[in-house]
């Protein structure tokens, strides 16, 4: 299995993003496809996951309302939606696949290499 994420960059707080994941490999035992992210000097923080089968999704609190996870299941593709981003969101985002529904980074096997997000003020 591997991931391969895209579409960071620098904006200007308020401003938008759009993340992808495109997996590739044997991801059919994967479930739940989710984003993280890691600031420098912070711990990997949960910020979205949608399932596979049943299209449910799950926000981090303190990107609910602004941010918004999709698939193209026909694509194998996960992307991330961001606006209004604010200077706190910067970190590098990591998109990675669990076996099943979950906010927690110990429960996902396979991680993609990351993309940095800035956004200044």
Same mark, same amino acid.
Request: glycine letters at 12%; aromatic letters at 12%.
């Given at each position: ?9 620098? *904006?200007?707080? $308020? $401003?938008?993003?759009?993340?992808? %994941?495109?997996?590739?490999?044997? +991801?059919?035992?994967?479930?739940? *496809? $989710?984003?993280? !992210?890691?600031? /420098?000097?912070?711990? @990997?923080?949960?910020?979205?996951? *949608? #399932?596979? @089968?049943?299209? @449910? !999704? ?7 309302? @602004?941010?918004? +996870?999709? =698939?193209?299941?026909?694509?194998? #593709? ?13 970190? +590098?985002?990591? %998109?990675?696949?669990? /076996?099943? =529904?979950? =906010? #927690?980074?110990?429960?996902? !096997? ?7 997000? #800035?956004v200044s003020s």
């Open positions: 299995v591997q991931l391969q994420a895209s579409g960071g960059g620098l *904006v200007k707080a $308020g $401003g938008s993003l759009r993340l992808s %994941c495109a997996a590739t490999g044997d +991801i059919f035992a994967s479930n739940s *496809v $989710g984003w993280f !992210r890691q600031a /420098p000097g912070k711990e @990997r923080e949960f910020v979205a996951a *949608v #399932t596979w @089968r049943n299209y @449910r !999704r799950d926000y981090g609190d303190s990107v609910k309302g @602004r941010f918004t +996870i999709s =698939r193209d299941a026909a694509q194998n #593709t996960v992307y991330l939606q961001m606006n209004d981003l604010k200077p706190e969101d910067t970190a +590098i985002y990591y %998109c990675a696949l669990a /076996p099943s =529904r979950s =906010r #927690t980074v110990g429960d996902y !096997r396979y991680w993609g290499q990351g993309t940095q997000v #800035t």
